[in-house]
């Protein structure tokens, strides 16, 4: 079946550094990516949806400065949080959008990156 | 704007006894279903989907759902809860013509020994 692979899982930083969440599709083309961030005992909330080469739809109160999204190929996105703050730690999940048979034309997401800003 | 409400935080069920999480939905035109299941830490697993056909779905792990128009839900079951059935589930749409997803607030399935 269909897998994502998201990497790192976990990841301590400082406040003021970047960090690089990447998520692969391993076995399948994704053109599309959604970027979800989920709070502790809540549901998951959409930040952004890229296509692969465009430029990422951001959904209204996310800043798009501060989590920047990259979609540079079929199998690669990134999501990069800048400066980060301490109110930034969240948990989270990339889905890929296949649009062929081994996706079965589905969603598929990833394990989730557990992000800890001291 | 299409929206998902799984009126139930938490669900205790007793093992081996038949289980049910709910869902209705809103949405323009036909609905695509899904159920996902999260356990701690860890991102969604696929349980099932709705897109034509058969009302029942059936899915992992011994899920099913059924699809009712009328009442716009689309409820989770299973005949007998396992311990390990114990997670979140979320229920969650998207439209024919689109391809977001939308989620419910979850539902916490605690199933007791």
């Known amino acids: 079946g269909a897998v994502v692979s998201q990497h790192p899982s976990r990841v301590i930083c400082k406040s003021g550094t970047s960090v690089k969440i990447e998520c692969r599709s391993l076995?399948?083309?994704?053109?599309?990516m959604f970027w979800y961030r989920q709070f502790p005992k809540k549901s998951l909330m959409l930040m952004a949806t890229s296509n692969e080469g465009s430029k990422a739809t951001y959904e209204q109160g996310v800043e798009k400065d501060k989590f920047l999204i990259n979609h540079a190929s079929l199998t690669l996105s990134t999501l990069t949080v800048t400066s980060a703050h301490p109110e930034d730690s969240s948990f989270y999940i990339c889905?890929?959008?296949?649009?062929?048979?081994?996706?079965?034309?589905?969603?598929?997401f990833g394990s989730g990156t557990r992000l800890t800003v001291v | 704007a299409q929206s998902v409400a799984q009126p139930e935080d938490q669900v205790n069920v007793a093992e081996g006894n038949p289980l049910t999480v709910k869902c209705t939905y809103s949405?323009?035109?036909?609905?695509?279903l899904f159920w996902y299941v999260q356990y701690p830490n860890r991102g969604l697993q696929f349980l099932l989907k709705y897109i034509t056909g058969d009302n029942l779905v059936k899915g992992s792990y011994g899920f099913e759902a059924e699809f009712n128009k009328s009442q716009t839900s689309f409820h989770l079951k299973k005949p007998s809860a396992l311990v390990s059935d114990s997670a979140l589930y979320f229920c969650a749409v998207r439209s024919y013509a689109g391809n977001m997803l939308t989620f419910g607030g979850g539902t916490r399935l605690m199933v007791k020994p």
């Open positions: 076995d399948f083309q994704a053109t599309t």
């Open positions: 889905s890929a959008l296949g649009t062929d048979k081994n996706s079965n034309y589905g969603y598929t």
């Open positions: 949405v323009s035109g036909n609905p695509y």
